[in-house]
């Protein structure tokens, strides 16, 4: 049987999901909302499937005033980061794209990391 918990929002991000329910005609918000964690679930099933050294792409979008986190967090993973290509984007936005290569239990510590910290758009790890 479901349960119901309460979840705080932004007025943008309840926007985005209200948007994201008509666009794709979700019969409510609560199935756009049930829909994201499934694939959050799945994506962090993947990535616990990661082992040994392996070589990635990790995409990571964040407003222009957030660059002090983006530093921090890259200074604490240089072991395994082999280039890093930062870009402005529109909007006060900017695109950081990293080549990592390394231990997979270390590259997911740097995409938690960057997922967590609350201040990222967008994190996609990429495992050719």
Do not use: W
């Given at each position: 049987m479901?349960r119901?918990?309460?979840?705080s929002?932004?007025?943008?991000?309840?926007?985005e999901?209200s948007?994201i329910q008509r666009e794709?005609?979700f019969?409510?918000?609560?199935?756009v909302i049930?829909?994201g964690?499934r694939r959050?679930?799945?994506?962090h099933?993947e990535?616990?499937?990661?082992s040994g050294?392996?070589n990635?792409?990790?995409?990571?979008?964040?407003?222009?005033?957030?660059?002090?986190i983006?530093?921090?967090?890259?200074?604490?993973f240089?072991?395994?980061i082999n280039?890093q290509?930062h870009?402005?984007?529109?909007?006060e936005?900017?695109?950081e794209?990293?080549?990592?290569d390394g231990?997979?239990?270390r590259?997911?510590e740097?995409?938690?990391?960057f997922?967590?910290?609350?201040?990222m758009?967008y994190?996609?790890?990429?495992?050719?």
């Amino acid at each position: 049987m479901p349960r119901i918990i309460s979840v705080s929002l932004s007025e943008s991000l309840l926007e985005e999901v209200s948007r994201i329910q008509r666009e794709m005609g979700f019969s409510g918000r609560s199935e756009v909302i049930r829909a994201g964690l499934r694939r959050l679930i799945a994506e962090h099933r993947e990535r616990k499937r990661l082992s040994g050294r392996i070589n990635s792409i990790l995409l990571v979008v964040h407003e222009r005033e957030d660059e002090d986190i983006v530093n921090k967090i890259k200074h604490e993973f240089d072991d395994i980061i082999n280039t890093q290509l930062h870009s402005h984007l529109k909007r006060e936005k900017c695109l950081e794209i990293f080549i990592l290569d390394g231990d997979a239990e270390r590259i997911r510590e740097i995409v938690d990391r960057f997922e967590t910290c609350g201040k990222m758009e967008y994190v996609n790890l990429i495992v050719p």
